[in-house]
């Protein structure tokens, strides 16, 4: 099961933005020239796209 | 669509493009004149690269060149892998506080709902994500006071940097929350057009305000403006809300120690105007009302129509053929769509359109137009494998060209949007096809006006005076907002100037 982040409850309008970015590529690089520190994940469909196993995997917490 | 645009500009290449197989890309290449059996067996698991050129060394090259390009978004040996989940990605970046998401729709409630548990904020681009989702994603994302950026949210600037599609707007203390991408887009650029600037603008995604998820990412970014000391003013931006969302809504609102425009597109809101709420009926108003509330000038640039720019459009109606009577917007921008509809109804009654605001008047968006129509080419029926026409303008100026053999248009009216996300050089997309356009029309007899408004600021990588000075040498008249836009096209299909509030000028 995730692990909670346990970290104090801030805003994000307050804070200095720090990004996952997950899917479309062009939008980590769009953030990068704005000087916005970004980690692109390479995602690929889980279960390799069985809805089905994804449901399964979902039940389980995975 | 990089690909094709990156192929079309090859020496020897006179057409190309590299898309998924859907029934509307097959459709649009046969019609381009790509006619194989290759194509007609091709399935949306299948990608077809469809190069015309003036002889087979061009075609050769160009295929060389499409390899390359489709293979440049693979890992090169040496090359530091990526991670594959948000798991991994946070052990490299144990402190992100922001997950952006544009994976296709059915996957996208997963990796939204990993995101809010492990106490992240969500930028949720993705579309087809269904209203049970989306109501189910929200609950998780208020208990966990997280904010929920979307579904289907196409922009959002957060402490000044653009999530998505959005442009380069001045710092100021504007603060915004809408539920439509380029009602976002437009207002924030009137607000920078006009000299102030904006301090956070949330996008909500189209759904939020429905009656089934209560408008809770609205509500949660109105409280978070509320407690942002920049902000001064803030602007609401909707399509109508249902009546119970539209109350709570309005409940947080009057409860602000800020001004607030409410700005739900097409409602007679005036009976919203109490205490600090302001109300507005189109966005180029609501721009305006925070501009003045904000401490800048009344007089904002996109408050009135030039004369000259009058005098010009009853000019261009007198060289109207007597059948040219109609408007045919054609929008990139589907609030922008909206807003036209709002404005042409009140000056002609009836406009027609595949994303009507009124029911009666909706026609399919492939159907040929019918008296004033305003077409929103962002529709889904439009956008099934292909990019966004703010991206591809390929559609676009297929209608444009049908819209100029049509000898009952009048007049020809278009939205640009410049800025992240948006297509590189949208003026040098269009320039060729309006020269046709109105080649077409003048073989025909007829002079065909096209107005554009360009969504956008000097700080887009685009640049706004290059696109407009670009299209306005290919003839068309141009003007700062979408709303004047509009009432410059109705003076020129009318040949009359407006008498109600929504055509003032």
Same mark, same amino acid.
């Given at each position: 099961?995730?692990?909670?982040?346990?970290?104090?409850?801030?805003?994000?309008?307050?804070?200095?933005?720090?990004?996952?970015?997950?899917?479309?590529?062009?939008?980590?690089?769009?953030?990068?020239?704005?000087?916005?520190?970004?980690?692109?994940?390479?995602?690929?469909?889980?279960?390799?796209?069985?809805?089905?196993?994804?449901?399964?995997?979902?039940?389980?917490?995975? | 669509?990089?690909?094709s645009?990156?192929?079309?500009?090859?020496?020897?290449?006179?057409?190309?493009a590299v898309v998924m197989a859907t029934e509307l890309n097959r459709r649009v290449l046969s019609e381009a004149g790509f006619k194989d059996a290759a194509i007609d067996l091709a399935t949306t698991n299948d990608m077809i690269v469809a190069?015309?050129?003036?002889?087979?060394?061009?075609?050769?090259?160009?295929?060389?060149?499409?390899?390359?390009?489709?293979?440049?978004?693979?890992?090169?040996?040496?090359?530091?892998?990526?991670?594959?989940?948000?798991?991994?990605?946070?052990?490299?970046?144990?402190?992100?506080?922001?997950?952006?998401?544009?994976?296709?729709?059915?996957?996208?409630?997963?990796?939204?709902?990993?995101?809010?548990?492990?106490?992240?904020?969500?930028?949720?681009?993705?579309?087809?994500?269904?209203?049970?989702?989306?109501?189910?994603?929200?609950?998780?994302?208020?208990?966990?006071?997280?904010?929920?950026?979307?579904?289907?949210?196409?922009?959002?600037?957060?402490?000044? $940097?653009? &999530?998505?599609?959005? +442009?380069?707007?001045? %710092?100021? *203390?504007?603060? @915004? =929350?809408?539920?439509?991408?380029?009602?976002?887009?437009?207002?924030?650029?009137?607000?920078?057009?006009?000299?102030?600037?904006?301090?956070?603008?949330?996008?909500?995604?189209?759904?939020?305000?429905?009656?089934?998820?209560?408008?809770?990412?609205?509500?949660?970014?109105?409280?978070?403006?509320?407690?942002?000391?920049?902000?001064?003013?803030?602007?609401?931006?909707?399509?109508?809300?249902?009546?119970?969302?539209?109350?709570?809504?309005?409940?947080?609102?009057?409860?602000? $120690?800020? &001004?607030?425009?409410? +700005?739900?597109?097409? %409602?007679? *809101?005036?009976? @919203? =105007?109490?205490?600090?709420?302001?109300?507005?009926?189109?966005?180029?108003?609501?721009?305006?009302?925070?501009?003045?509330?904000?401490?800048?000038?009344?007089?904002?640039?996109?408050?009135?129509?030039?004369?000259?720019?009058?005098?010009?459009?009853?000019?261009?109606?007198?060289?109207?053929?007597?059948?040219?009577?109609?408007?045919?917007?054609?929008?990139?921008?589907?609030?922008?769509?909206?807003?036209?509809?709002?404005?042409?109804?009140?000056?002609?009654?009836?406009?027609?359109?595949?994303?009507?605001?009124?029911?009666?008047?909706?026609?399919?968006?492939n159907?040929?137009?019918?008296?004033?129509?305003?077409?929103?080419?962002?529709?889904?029926?439009f956008?099934e494998g292909r990019?966004?026409?703010?991206?591809?303008?390929g559609l676009?100026?297929m209608?444009?060209?049908?819209?100029?053999?049509?000898?009952?248009?009048?007049?020809?009216?278009?939205?640009?949007?410049?800025?992240?996300?948006?297509?590189?050089?949208?003026?040098?997309?269009?320039?060729?096809?309006?020269?046709?356009?109105?080649?077409?029309?003048?073989?025909?007899?007829?002079?065909?006006?096209?107005?554009?408004?360009?969504?956008?600021?000097?700080?887009?990588?685009?640049?706004?005076?290059?696109?407009?000075?670009?299209?306005?040498?290919?003839?068309?008249?141009?003007?700062?907002?979408?709303?004047?836009?509009?009432?410059?096209?109705?003076?020129?299909?009318?040949?009359?100037?407006?008498?109600?509030?929504?055509?003032?000028?």
């Amino acid at each position: 099961m995730p692990i909670e982040k346990k970290t104090e409850k801030k805003n994000i309008l307050t804070e200095k933005l720090k990004v996952v970015n997950i899917g479309i590529s062009t939008f980590a690089d769009d953030l990068r020239s704005q000087n916005v520190e970004v980690v692109h994940v390479d995602w690929k469909p889980p279960a390799g796209g069985d809805l089905e196993m994804l449901k399964l995997l979902e039940k389980l917490g995975l | 669509m990089k690909i094709s645009n990156s192929i079309s500009k090859l020496s020897g290449v006179t057409q190309a493009a590299v898309v998924m197989a859907t029934e509307l890309n097959r459709r649009v290449l046969s019609e381009a004149g790509f006619k194989d059996a290759a194509i007609d067996l091709a399935t949306t698991n299948d990608m077809i690269v469809a190069i015309e050129a003036k002889d087979g060394e061009s075609i050769a090259s160009a295929l060389e060149e499409t390899e390359k390009l489709l293979g440049s978004g693979e890992i090169q040996a040496g090359e530091k892998a990526q991670p594959a989940t948000l798991e991994e990605a946070l052990e490299i970046a144990p402190d992100a506080n922001l997950v952006v998401i544009s994976v296709p729709g059915k996957f996208a409630k997963r990796e939204a709902m990993q995101a809010l548990n492990r106490g992240l904020n969500v930028f949720l681009f993705s579309s087809n994500v269904s209203q049970e989702e989306e109501v189910e994603l929200k609950a998780l994302s208020k208990k966990k006071e997280l904010l929920l950026m979307g579904p289907d949210c196409g922009t959002s600037i957060i402490n000044h $940097k653009v &999530l998505g599609f959005g +442009n380069s707007i001045r %710092e100021g *203390n504007i603060g @915004l =929350v809408s539920a439509s991408g380029t009602g976002l887009q437009e207002v924030t650029t009137l607000i920078h057009k006009a000299g102030l600037g904006i301090s956070h603008a949330i996008g909500t995604g189209g759904g939020d305000l429905s009656e089934k998820v209560g408008g809770v990412t609205m509500i949660q970014g109105l409280q978070l403006l509320e407690q942002d000391v920049q902000t001064k003013v803030i602007v609401l931006i909707s399509k109508p809300p249902g009546e119970a969302t539209t109350k709570k809504v309005l409940e947080v609102a009057r409860r602000s $120690k800020k &001004l607030i425009v409410i +700005n739900f597109l097409g %409602e007679d *809101n005036t009976h @919203l =105007v109490t205490g600090k709420l302001r109300a507005a009926a189109i966005l180029d108003e609501a721009a305006q009302i925070a501009c003045k509330l904000a401490g800048g000038k009344t007089e904002v640039a996109t408050a009135a129509i030039p004369k000259e720019t009058v005098s010009l459009a009853l000019s261009e109606h007198k060289k109207l053929a007597s059948g040219q009577k109609y408007i045919r917007g054609l929008f990139a921008g589907g609030t922008l769509c909206f807003e036209s509809q709002i404005i042409l109804q009140s000056v002609f009654g009836e406009v027609f359109s595949n994303a009507p605001v009124r029911h009666e008047n909706i026609i399919a968006g492939n159907a040929a137009s019918k008296k004033h129509t305003c077409i929103d080419m962002g529709a889904e029926e439009f956008v099934e494998g292909r990019a966004h026409p703010m991206i591809d303008f390929g559609l676009r100026k297929m209608r444009i060209l049908q819209e100029a053999k049509d000898p009952e248009t009048a007049v020809i009216l278009i939205d640009v949007e410049l800025g992240y996300g948006s297509n590189d050089d949208p003026a040098g997309q269009l320039v060729s096809v309006i020269e046709k356009a109105k080649a077409i029309a003048k073989d025909a007899g007829r002079n065909l006006p096209i107005v554009a408004s360009v969504v956008g600021t000097e700080g887009d990588f685009q640049g706004l005076a290059n696109q407009e000075q670009a299209l306005s040498r290919a003839g068309v008249i141009i003007m700062p907002s979408n709303a004047l836009a509009t009432k410059v096209s109705a003076i020129i299909a009318s040949g009359k100037k407006g008498s109600n509030p929504l055509q003032e000028f």
